[in-house]
């Protein structure tokens, strides 16, 4: 009897502490409790239908997302900018000629630097402002020039693009570093192509576009599927290709507690729930998949355009039908945290095995006191 009343005493004691027994999450309720209070410093939003009209126009919070540029056109010769060498060649048959003799005709003018200022000078000339022409159209303009004085000559000319006529491919591809433009349709793709391509080890790999000081960003993905999007690069311009940086966070009675990366450009919950894969079946409460954010102190409104705190959570129901499709539509944002909360039924499964074990210690003590 002193066996079993020792037993019952403890029994008495494990049931009474059920609510310290150790648990892998909160439940909802825990998270979400007096969330209607005044002083309560947390917003919660079912994610319905109905609701996903009004968060659709909530502020973006998490990594900065920089605008894009669209294409356009441009010539497709090379257009001569400071910093180019131009090379020179002069041909003149005449006798007496103030630039060649009669052993060699050709006078050579090699590796002459275009100015600042997009001039450059030639002899008996003197300057010629040769910049935002073509080479064609700046031969021609040289021998104009020079025909006043030697009405015979017939001017050649060359170029090798200086690094007003090239873009640095900085990083994320197999080759990178200063690519010379060939023409002036020469666009993002084109030198990623020209670099080797995106490197294999980037996750959803984006565009970053620095063109003097500012700066677009976009996907290369996007600029896959929408030609339209590649744009048109300019001398100077800075190519950076690099990982997507956002990430979200799953914690709780989910199948994989980490930190994970964007795989796409849109995640939705229910790609969250896939790429954390899924919840745990025997401990996640399918009614209580939270998704916790924190709003800037300026997002927050009591209309339509912001939510009502900064601190927001959103429940999502995997039991219903609306549910499952309002959270296909619902988009996680850079440094969400997926919460699966844990089922009520966790905590009466681990009280239920703890009374089966004492009574089965109880019922060992009685037959050994037998």
């Keep these: ?19 310290q027994l150790p648990r892998g999450a909160a439940v909802q309720n825990e998270i979400t409790r007096n969330a209607d209070a005044p002083t309560s410093d947390i917003a919660v939003y079912p994610v319905t239908r109905a609701f ?20 356009s056109r441009g010539s497709n010769a090379q257009i001569i900018r400071p910093g180019d060498e131009l090379a020179i060649l002069v041909w003149d048959s005449g006798d007496n000629s103030l630039l060649t003799s009669n052993e060699q005709r050709v006078a050579t003018l090699p590796n002459i630097r275009v100015s600042e200022s997009g001039s450059i000078f030639v002899p008996y000339v003197g300057k010629v402002q040769v910049s935002g022409r073509t ?8 021998q104009r020039q020079l025909e006043a004085i030697v009405p015979s000559a017939q001017v050649q000319l060359s170029m090798a693009e200086g690094r007003s006529n090239s873009i640095d491919l900085v990083g994320g591809v197999n080759k990178p570093g200063n ?49 339209r999007l590649d744009t048109r690069l300019q001398g100077g ?30 995640v939705s919950a229910l790609d969250a729930l896939a790429i954390i894969g899924g919840v745990n079946d025997a401990r996640a409460d399918p009614q209580g998949i939270l998704v916790l954010r924190e709003y800037p102190a300026s997002a927050v409104s009591a209309g339509v355009r912001g939510p009502r705190k900064q601190r927001v959570v959103f429940s999502i129901d995997l039991t219903t039908s609306d549910g499952l499709f309002s959270a296909r539509n619902f988009m996680i944002q850079s440094g969400d945290l997926v919460l699966a909360t844990e089922s009520n039924l966790t905590d009466t499964r681990t009280i239920l095995g703890l009374v089966g074990s004492v009574f089965g210690v109880v019922n060992a003590a009685s037959n050994v006191s037998n």
């Design 1 to 19: 009897m002193t066996v079993k009343r020792c037993l019952g005493i403890f029994l008495a004691v494990a049931l009474s502490a059920c609510s």
């Design 52 to 71: 996903l009209p009004s968060v659709q126009h909530w502020p973006s919070v998490g990594e900065k997302r920089h605008a894009w540029i669209g294409n």
């Design 135 to 142: 080479p064609d159209s700046a031969r021609q303009l040289i």
């Design 179 to 227: 690519i010379l433009m060939p023409d002036q349709n020469f666009t993002v793709l084109a030198a990623i192509s020209a670099g080797g391509g995106v490197s294999a080890a980037l996750d959803n790999p984006q565009v970053k576009l620095v063109r003097g000081s500012n700066i677009y960003a976009t996907s290369v993905s996007t600029l896959y599927e929408n030609p």
């Design 237 to 266: 311009d800075k190519v950076i290709v690099e990982a997507d940086r956002r990430y979200f966070l799953s914690l709780g009675a989910a199948g994989r507690e980490a930190q994970h990366d964007f795989n796409r450009d849109q």
